[in-house]
């Protein structure tokens, strides 16, 4: 990322602050299309084969947990949270507006974690952001709630995901997913909780409407 002088002026030059559809109650920088930021981020850094910029949009696994989450503070009002995959932040903020002690924002993409602090700074409230990749192996930050979403799109994260997950689940920890039922999500595992229809980007989706669920391990 080093060829990028200034991620934050980047993130400020290629997004527009906006609500998210599902929960206006937070505004992220978010880009108009993915594919020319993605083209740009990688012609910046001159490199290829770059992922995506999952942090520069709000995936509908992501809104409906925010979105539940903000309608049900109790899962998180005085915990500490972890948000795993973190992308844009937008599940730590709704976190940290519904009452959580703190929470910590987890993202290997170095934009990412810019992108969470300076949506942090916009909606007013204070997140930890780290790179650690806690599906590597354990990690020593205590919670109570672990939070995240759209990440069972992938066999082997998926795989990691669950596993992390049910680990910290065996802890005590008030484990919520958030997922438009991708490939690879462990329906069989889990118990759900809540449906949104949530708004999307046909760039991003296979329709404008994602039938969404909000989900806890068995």
């Not at 409230?125 to 599906?135: E, F, R």
Request: with cysteine.
């Amino acid at each position: 990322m080093s060829a990028i002088a200034d991620p934050l002026d980047f993130i400020r030059a290629n997004t527009r602050l906006r609500p998210v559809p599902l929960v206006p109650e937070v505004s992220l920088h978010v880009a108009d299309e993915a594919l020319p930021l993605w083209h740009k981020t990688e012609e910046e850094l001159g490199e290829a084969g770059l992922p995506p910029p999952f942090w520069a949009f709000a995936w509908a696994g992501g809104q409906a947990l925010a979105r539940y989450v903000l309608d049900h503070p109790d899962c998180v009002a005085g915990r500490d949270v972890i948000d795993l995959a973190s992308g844009s932040g937008l599940v730590a903020i709704a976190a940290m507006k519904a009452g959580a002690r703190s929470a910590t924002a987890f993202d290997i993409d170095g934009f990412a974690q810019a992108a969470i602090a300076l949506n942090a700074q916009a909606n007013g409230v204070d997140i930890a952001v780290s790179g650690d990749d806690l599906l590597a192996g354990l990690h020593p930050l205590p919670a109570q709630a672990v939070l995240v979403g759209d990440i069972f799109y992938q066999q082997d994260i998926a795989g990691l995901a669950f596993a992390f997950l049910a680990e910290r689940a065996s802890q005590g920890a008030q484990v919520l997913i958030g997922d438009p039922g991708r490939y690879y999500l462990p329906k069989d595992k889990l118990l759900q909780l809540a449906t949104y229809g949530v708004p999307v980007t046909r760039e991003l989706e296979d329709a404008e409407i994602k039938h969404t669920g909000v989900w806890t391990l068995k």
